[in-house]
């Protein structure tokens, strides 16, 4: 349905609208009490060879979605019945804001991208707190690991930010499978200022103080997540510092704001403006740097590699490179409903084609 849904209706709807429609349908057909245990026992990965250990957590499989997909932490039970093994939400706030004017997201179909200023729009970490404890209240089949991706609040100067991330750490973190600071995104004015290290640090201490405070029963996993358009050395000095702080991980990678290379028309990209690039033109440059982040991060640190993951095909090369998980949300976006379960039926048959019994003894395996 979503799929003849996104073929005769969705692609001819603004893009924005057409993701509420689209994800409104998601939740109807998964979160459903009647309909949704049956879409998790369809759908929903069972296969034992994807299982997946990262993070000190179990993952029934490596294939999650990204954050920016569920802001607001209104469908993550109906995204995991469909075959996500994890989902991270966000990116939530300090405080809720409305995000950049409309409209602020564009579809390029030649190159299977989107461009997004979306700026952080959510509810804020107040609202989606409730929602996180209801989740963690009652399991329900199909119920995937759940990451809690969090950026600075537009409206806060840049030396509150470690206040304003602390903040919603302590309102988010002890509902949170992992937590991501996010300090990559391009639409928000001098976030990814915070990618150089001597700001990034005390602002990770913060958070990872925080989530120390918050979740005293167990240790939560902190990761950071970097853009696409970081320089090697950059993507070097955050590696150092991951190893430094025993960060548990690095999200790589987010966005981009270069438009090089692509088919789309020149008319087509300058309509739609700025704004971070998603989707397939960030293959390359994102294989480059999970490359670069593995071979410099202790073995115990894990690399979440996302950008242009559009099938199984990617995924499993991402894998074997050494990304512990794999992410995506624009190859979901033009995949549809059935995207996550034939991307988990597709990598569990490239898996045992080539003699792995879990999807853990394939990370790397090419290093």
Do not use: C
Request: aromatic content about 4%; overall charge neutral; charged content about 25%.
């Amino acid at each position: 349905m979503y799929d003849a849904l996104m073929r005769h209706v969705l692609r001819h709807v603004p893009s924005e609208p057409a993701h509420r429609m689209g994800f409104g349908l998601v939740r109807a057909l998964g979160g459903a009490p009647g309909i949704g245990p049956r879409v998790a026992g369809r759908f929903a990965p069972a296969d034992p060879v994807l299982r997946t250990t990262a993070l000190g957590l179990a993952f029934p499989s490596p294939l999650g979605l990204a954050a920016g997909f569920d802001k607001d932490a209104e469908g993550v039970l109906a995204l995991g019945r469909l075959g996500f093994g994890a989902v991270e939400i966000g990116t939530v706030t300090g405080r809720p804001q409305p995000g950049n004017p409309k409209p602020r997201l564009f579809r390029l179909v030649d190159d299977r991208a989107l461009v997004n200023r979306m700026g952080f729009n959510n509810s804020g970490a107040a609202a989606a707190a409730p929602r996180l404890a209801a989740l963690r209240a009652v399991p329900e089949p199909g119920m995937p690991l759940l990451g809690v991706n969090i950026g600075k609040s537009k409206a806060v100067p840049a030396d509150q930010a470690a206040d304003d991330y602390r903040a919603s750490a302590a309102a988010l973190g002890a509902y949170a499978d992992y937590v991501v600071v996010n300090v990559s995104s391009p639409n928000t004015p001098g976030l990814r200022d915070l990618q150089q290290v001597d700001v990034l640090e005390p602002l990770l201490g913060a958070v990872r103080d925080e989530l120390d405070r918050v979740s005293v029963d167990r240790r939560v996993p902190l990761l950071v997540k970097i853009t696409v358009d970081l320089a090697d050395d950059d993507v070097d000095a955050v590696a150092g510092l991951a190893r430094r702080m025993g960060l548990d991980g690095v999200v790589a990678t987010n966005t981009t704001v270069a438009r090089d290379g692509l088919r789309t028309s020149g008319d087509v990209v300058e309509a739609a403006g700025a704004g971070g690039l998603s989707g397939r033109p960030l293959v390359e440059r994102s294989r480059a740097v999970l490359s670069r982040l593995r071979s410099r991060l202790d073995d115990e640190q894990v690399v979440i590699s996302v950008g242009g993951i559009e099938d199984a095909t990617e995924a499993y090369r991402r894998i074997r490179a050494g990304a512990a998980l794999v992410q995506a949300y624009t190859g979901f976006v033009y995949g549809g409903l059935l995207w996550p379960a034939r991307v988990n039926r597709e990598l569990a048959e490239l898996l045992r084609a080539d003699g792995f019994t879990t999807a853990d003894d394939a990370v790397g395996a090419d290093l």
